[in-house]
């Protein structure tokens, strides 16, 4: 068996994901779980790590944990302060040691970024944005981070200038699992057409939100449309809002897009109608990537002199 | 005892109300209780009713019970097929009969109104409407009745020319009680300035809510910024979303708010930050009102010729 040299832990509110490392930066192993932050007290950080990569742990060896995510907010396992814009998206430097019990096992958390003008926070996402960066490290742009809560970041000579959070996966989520309109949003199933067509809707007219909201269950009583239209209708509305409120950024920059591959899809095609042409860049890779420097600082300073 | 001459029910997904009306017009009883439409199977309306009302019956009489709102609806007692723009508000006799085991009872339900370009619904809100216009019948301008599904409705000569439906009720309590904001938005309280700072905020730039509602919880976490204040923002941003879709019909219209005393209180503080004076009119008077056509029509109609 190839040795795991260290261990990337993406560990959100609803999610941890563990990715072991090999020596010349291959994933070995991955651990995916619904062990999340909200399903936590403090003390059980510790045994649901172990839980999730005891067996990647050896007796005699100290393994490096570098952690992104909620996991360092204050309802985390430990609350590590932010860096505040502007500022590089991760510093090893700023990496904060989390106590454990376990002799095997050496954690670290990066810091989130906040923003004071107007206040605005990410936990993970600052960790994506290092990744794409260490190998792209020329690139001045926009990244769009679909999700929960969508990120728009803009990155200037290395740094993260300013962001904007949407709640727009959320909302998605609220609208279909809990209002009026679940009823007529329920079924799965996709229409691009739909889609694209409220993209367009809401960018030509990005206010009203809640008549346009409303209509949709107006469609589905007087029209009888179907919930796949109505469900792709809903994420090209919420979609195209967010899109339209960062006109300014996408029209002057170029975008890479960091998300799950259906996430990315959606705000590809949606910008992909106004002529961008946006870069994807695959989520995991950049949680890996963005940590490989902080793994790499830790595991230096551990060596002996 | 004063004779009950009538009762007006009305009857919505969450709440039952019943009036029972004098021969004068005047309040004699009432009752208000949860037994929502959303509650109940087509069964068990009838019994629930007899619940409500069962002490204003009498042996040798039928009492004409006139009812507006979701009883009408698909999910309702009884599918009462929609009146459509342009039309009367309520016309006596479109209303519709519903079968009942109980002699002493006499049900009928008022019919709601759609509109088909765009497509948009209401019941109950049409008979609040009638209310307002059989006490004014020369009224020409605008209604706005707040709510979980607030309205805004355009009358000429008398009929519903058009209206607007926005989820701004709906939204808050998504967000308030479901949402990442439950947090920061839980306490109860108020701050009148937050709240016309935040209707200024949606006026002068309706786009991206999605941005604004996250940045209610940054401030939260960065600014330790309280719960009332942030619940006062989230009602001004919703509200101020809402009236700025509808600026063209309140700016050239007289307004008249149908609602409860809390909602009209805040539309009208909303509203009259840009001038506007509307007037108030309280929601159960219009119900009221609004079936005492009905009513009179229904027990001309029983009358022996």
């Not at 769009?144 to 959070?165: A, D």
Request: proline fraction near 6%.
């Amino acid at each position: 068996m190839m040795t795991i040299q260290w261990v990337a832990l993406d560990w959100g509110t609803t999610n941890l994901n563990a990715y072991a490392i090999g020596e010349r930066g291959q994933i070995l192993d991955r651990v995916h779980n619904a062990q999340g932050m909200s399903r936590l007290e403090p003390r059980e950080f510790e045994p649901a790590l172990l839980h999730a990569i005891g067996p990647w742990l050896d007796e005699d060896r100290i393994m490096p944990v570098l952690a992104c995510g909620m996991v360092g907010a204050q309802q985390g396992w430990l609350e590590v302060p932010y860096s505040e814009t502007p500022c590089l998206p991760v510093s090893p430097e700023t990496a904060v040691s989390v106590p454990v019990n376990d002799r095997r096992l050496a954690v670290r958390i990066v810091p989130g970024v906040c923003q004071r003008q107007p206040n605005d926070v990410m936990r993970g996402e600052e960790t994506q944005i290092a990744g794409y960066l260490a190998q792209h490290p020329d690139f001045d742009g926009v990244f769009c981070l679909p999700g929960t809560h969508s990120k728009w970041v803009q990155i200037v000579n290395g740094e993260i200038r300013s962001f904007t959070t949407f709640m727009t996966g959320e909302l998605f989520g609220l609208l279909t699992q809990h209002s009026v309109l679940r009823f007529c949003t329920k079924d799965p199933g996709w229409d691009d057409a739909a889609f694209l067509e409220a993209v367009e809707t809401a960018m030509s007219d990005p206010g009203g939100l809640a008549a346009k909201l409303f209509s949709m269950r107006s469609c589905a009583l007087l029209s009888g449309t179907p919930s796949e239209t109505l469900r792709a209708h809903l994420s090209g509305l919420l979609i195209g809002s967010e899109i339209a409120a960062m006109r300014k950024m996408w029209r002057a920059s170029d975008v890479v897009i960091i998300g799950d591959r259906e996430n990315a899809r959606l705000y590809q095609s949606a910008l992909a109608s106004f002529d961008i042409t946006p870069l994807i860049y695959d989520d995991a890779q950049a949680i890996i990537q963005g940590l490989r420097s902080v793994a790499m600082a830790a595991i230096h300073a551990a060596e002996p002199a």
